[in-house]
């Protein structure tokens, strides 16, 4: 019975030394912001917002003007004449919104898909990496509270993210 309890206690001791697991973690965020080809994404997604924002606010300077010019003849037109213009302007302004929020959702769908694309080149980088230095597990940086800043491996694949791609073929 002695040898069987010693003999547990020295396999258990052997088992749990040979099961430390190496840990890190890693802040994609900041890779996508901080990198070559984030910065690249994120520069024309901005350039693009810009363009559809200055053009979507000539459209509503626009649509305020008849909006205005409309009220300035309600007492000048016929009531049923005034009626079928607001029905106008009411389509008009529901075409603008509608387009607006199109135009919004058609750009982040843009920055979602070109975003997985990065994620597409970073994950061999980030698999290569866990295996050459006998990391067991990589976890997000936003699900640690603390930890030491030596298990975090962030600046390294930013450096080889960059050092592998830094434009993407936008879609």
């Known amino acids: 019975m002695k040898k069987i309890f010693f003999l547990v206690i020295i396999l258990k001791s052997i088992f749990l030394t040979n099961l430390k697991a190496e ?17 690249f994404l994120n520069s024309h997604v901005e350039t693009k917002r810009i363009q559809h924002k ?11 003007k008849k909006e205005k010019s409309l009220m300035a003849k309600q007492n000048i037109i016929d009531k049923q004449e005034f009626e079928n213009q607001v029905k106008i302007l009411t389509t008009q302004v529901q075409k603008y919104r509608k387009d607006k929020q199109t135009n ?59 050092n592998n791609i830094s434009k993407l073929n936008l879609k």
Do not use: C, H, R
Not at 28 to 35: A, C, F, Q, R, W
Not at 54 to 64: A, M, N, R, S, T
């Open 104 to 162: 919004i959702d058609d750009l982040n769908k843009f920055k979602i898909e070109n975003t997985k694309e990065i994620l597409k080149v970073l994950n061999p980088i980030i698999t290569k990496f866990v295996n050459s230095n006998s990391i067991s597990i990589v976890i997000p940086k936003k699900n640690i509270i603390v930890g030491k800043k030596n298990l975090d491996i962030t600046d390294e694949i930013l450096i080889l993210l960059n």
């Open 54 to 64: 200055q053009k979507f606010k000539e459209l509503e300077d626009q649509l305020i």
């Open 23 to 39: 840990i890190a973690y890693i802040d994609i965020n900041y890779i996508l912001k901080e990198s070559n080809v984030g910065k």
